[in-house]
T-cell receptor
Framework: GESVGLHLPTLSVQEGDNSIINCAYSNSASDYFIWYKQESGKGPQFIIDIRSNMDKRQGQRVTVLLNKTVKHLSLQIAATQPGDSAVYFCAEKIQGGSEKLVFGKGMKLTVNP | NAGVMQNPRHLVRRRGQEARLRCSPMKGHSHVYWYRQLPEEGLKFMVYLQKENIIDESGMPKERFSAEFPKEGPSILRIQQVVRGDSAAYFC??????????????FGPGTRLTVL
């Protein structure tokens, strides 16, 4: 069935450290993945996306890695800052289906100064 | 370049009343989506619309809920005869047409519905 889950519900890091947020997905037919950041009281903010024909994609301070063999997605944040504190969601889209996204429950990242 | 706009930001209704949530997509975006989020949970898909068409409503409850995206004006999510269980944050997202497919979904700030 459709499900996207996160391995860790909470993560606490020190400012300046690198953060890694992991996500497992169950549908091998998923062909598009997005990471979102959601701060309290706000809507999800697009961070980075990746299509299934890629293994890695880099943005500003963020890298997304996709391992289709084990159906695993990760978000790496370099030099984590207090402003990175938020809940992070991975979401997937099923190939050939509607454009709807299936979201995981979320993982809360806390950055300590 | 305004993002996705939603109003109202907060809405309080009594049981049995109607709730109307509005969403204006980003300029140039022709695809609109509605999601619902309960506290401490991820977003759940409700409905996907293009102008004047419902493309996928597989996540929408069969009763009391309806959505539209008219040729002119914002998309509307309508909840009739609200119940306490409808209390949640409702998010709208929009995406553009791109060569070869549909682009990423960008979200609005949400409408927080409280049913008393």
């Amino acid at each position: 069935g459709e499900s996207v889950g996160l391995h860790l519900p909470t993560l606490s890091v020190q400012e300046g450290d690198n953060s890694i947020i992991n996500c497992a997905y169950s549908n091998s037919a998923s062909d598009y993945f997005i990471w979102y950041k959601q701060e309290s009281g706000k809507g999800p903010q697009f961070i980075i996306d990746i299509r299934s024909n890629m293994d890695k994609r880099q943005g500003q301070r963020v890298t997304v890695l996709l391992n289709k063999t084990v159906k695993h997605l990760s978000l790496q944040i370099a030099a984590t800052q207090p402003g990175d504190s938020a809940v992070y969601f991975c979401a997937e889209k099923i190939q050939g289906g509607s454009e709807k996204l299936v979201f995981g429950k979320g993982m809360k990242l806390t950055v300590n100064p | 370049n305004a993002g996705v706009m939603q109003n109202p930001r907060h809405l309080v209704r009594r049981r049995g009343q109607e709730a109307r949530l509005r969403c204006s997509p980003m300029k140039g975006h022709s695809h609109v989506y509605w999601y619902r989020q309960l506290p401490e949970e991820g977003l759940k898909f409700m409905v996907y619309l293009q102008k004047e068409n419902i493309i996928d409503e597989s996540g929408m409850p069969k009763e009391r809920f309806s959505a539209e995206f008219p040729k002119e004006g914002p998309s509307i999510l309508r909840i009739q005869q609200v119940v306490r269980g409808d209390s949640a944050a409702y998010f709208c997202a929009s995406s553009p047409d791109l060569a070869g497919g549909v682009g990423a979904q960008y979200f609005g700030p949400g409408t927080r519905l409280t049913v008393l």
